[in-house]
């Protein structure tokens, strides 16, 4: 059985990000989307927790989208977006991202 990765956002409540470092090898292709990384274990509950407390719409899993959150970031500004995913965090912005279920979500897309 293949285990797929968790990727989630809160998109109205705060949250603690759980990001992981992704470091493909040299030969493997470049990662681009939450579902070729490991699953985070604990997202779904750290979701329904954070929802419980501050409410707002959790994207899990396919859900979390860059389009769906683009969408959702645009449809009501919040103060506050807890991401729980992996990234990469990187001195060079074009190297800084973190990953949604289909994509990456690249730090000079947050920048406008």
């Known amino acids: 059985m293949r285990r797929r990765g968790h990727a989630g956002a809160e998109v109205d409540g705060a949250e603690q990000g759980?990001?992981?470092q992704v470091r493909p090898h040299a030969e493997q292709r470049p990662v681009r989307s939450a579902r070729r990384v490991p699953a985070l274990e604990y997202v779904p509950q750290e979701?329904?927790?954070i929802q419980s407390i501050y409410g707002g719409r959790p994207l899990l899993n396919r859900d979390f989208q860059v389009a769906t959150l683009e969408r959702e970031i645009e449809d009501q500004p919040y103060s506050i977006v807890h991401i729980a995913s992996h990234g990469q965090f990187s001195s060079n912005r074009k190297e800084t991202f973190v990953l949604a279920y289909n994509d990456r979500l690249d730090l000079d897309a947050w920048s406008a």
Do not use: N
Request: aromatic share 16%; net charge positive.
């Open 47 to 49: 979701l329904r927790k």
């Open 18 to 20: 759980d990001f992981a």
